[in-house]
């Protein structure tokens, strides 16, 4: 089956400048800096890392709130990076999205029924006017509220409630890929099984594919069908959920998952804690050759010189085993950091 959506060297670099009348470019965030992956139909791509690593970035490209400094998003076999007016209208209508804070993507001066309903004023031929009071108060079904809650203002909702909204808004066209950033990051934790477990329902109801980003591990591997791993504005893992969690390879990817909360306090014992020196490098100065070289306890001097390249590494291209997935390191190695299942109160 032929992916859905493409993603070929991503990269969004910020200028700095420095003065008033005559400003001068000094260098540059460089927020992206090659990302690529592809999402199937029906599928969900989790994309993980620490804060500032880009993710966030990537999102707003995807939905073209943000315009890509170089790179290619392919839909369907079109490149849409450099689509504007009616052909980016039509291309948005398939890919929608779903904002982290549902305190502040929600306007608070329009009701629940105008909010989910604001997408049919631009895409009018989904739903008449007629129709479309009818329809939102099925989404607001769908998602799990009382569709008597129509005329009822954001402030009225609790967090949970008001992100549910927000997944109905998101669904109102019809999308066939939605773009989930942090989606949860602001819920408290039993709310926020909720809200992943009513995405697992409608990602089955409507065929969806999700890109979901976040930060908390232990939701991504419950969601999630394949993971990518970013750092510093790079993926630097990726494969299926298993061969991430279960057979990391990037250093990296091992220390991430070694901080994860383990509730079997036998296996916490026994697991080794990698704790990473230093902090993370600025998007203004990257490190040369591998951008974690500055915190790997494996570092050499061939990391400090030569880049490494996302693929297969040369010690497992021979092999059948789990750990045989994509990871940028010069010096991979599999290594079992987390025993038991990490997947906590998602579960």
Same mark, same amino acid.
């Given at each position: 089956m032929p992916p859905?959506?493409?993603?070929?060297?991503? %990269?969004?670099?910020?200028p700095l400048t420095r003065g008033v009348l005559f400003r001068k470019q000094?260098?540059?965030?460089?927020? %992206?800096?090659?990302?690529?992956?592809?999402l199937r139909p029906g599928e969900t791509l989790g994309i993980v890392g620490e804060s500032g690593c880009g993710k966030s970035t990537v999102a707003k490209m995807l939905v073209s709130l943000e315009r890509p400094t170089s790179g290619r998003i392919l839909?369907?076999? #079109?490149?849409?990076?450099?689509?504007?007016?009616?052909?980016?209208?039509?291309?948005?209508?398939?890919?929608?999205?779903?904002?982290?804070?549902?305190y502040t993507s929600l306007n608070p001066r329009m009701t629940v029924g105008d909010i989910v309903g604001e997408p049919f004023d631009i895409h009018p031929e989904v739903a008449p006017?007629?129709?479309?009071?009818?329809? %939102?108060? #099925?989404?607001?079904?769908?998602?799990?509220?009382?569709?008597?809650?129509?005329?009822?203002?954001?402030?009225?909702?609790?967090?949970?409630?008001?992100?549910?909204?927000?997944?109905?808004?998101?669904?109102?066209?019809?999308?066939?890929?939605?773009?989930?950033? #942090?989606?949860?990051?602001a819920l408290d934790v039993s709310v926020q099984a909720q809200v992943v477990n009513l995405m697992e329902k409608l990602q089955t109801e409507f065929g969806l594919a999700y890109v979901f980003i976040a930060h908390d591990l232990s939701i991504v591997r419950h969601i999630s069908d394949r993971v990518g791993v970013m750092y510093l504005g790079r993926i630097v893992e990726t494969g299926t959920d298993t061969e991430i969690y279960d057979h990391p390879t990037h250093p990296y990817t091992q220390a991430l998952l070694s901080a994860v909360p383990v509730p079997d306090p036998e296996a916490r014992e026994q697991r080794e804690r990698i704790l990473l020196t230093g902090d993370v490098?600025?998007?203004t100065g990257i490190p040369s050759g591998c951008r974690f070289r500055t915190r790997c306890w494996k570092a050499r001097e061939r990391c400090a010189l030569e880049v490494p390249l996302l693929a297969v590494p040369a010690a497992f291209r021979d092999a059948d085993t789990p750990a045989r997935h994509d990871s940028a390191c010069h010096f991979? #190695?599999?290594?079992? %950091?987390v025993p038991g299942d990490p997947r906590g109160h998602t579960g």
């Open positions: 859905l959506l493409e993603v070929r060297d991503l %990269v969004k670099h910020y000094i260098g540059a965030v460089k927020a %992206v800096d090659g990302v690529s992956f592809d839909y369907k076999g #079109e490149d849409i990076t450099g689509l504007s007016g009616r052909a980016l209208k039509a291309v948005r209508r398939n890919i929608q999205m779903v904002f982290q804070d549902p006017k007629g129709d479309r009071r009818r329809k %939102v108060r #099925e989404l607001l079904d769908v998602v799990g509220l009382n569709p008597e809650y129509i005329n009822r203002y954001p402030h009225q909702f609790s967090g949970g409630q008001r992100q549910r909204i927000g997944i109905a808004r998101g669904l109102a066209l019809n999308p066939e890929i939605i773009v989930a950033d #942090e989606p949860v990051s490098p600025s998007p991979a #190695e599999e290594k079992r %950091v």
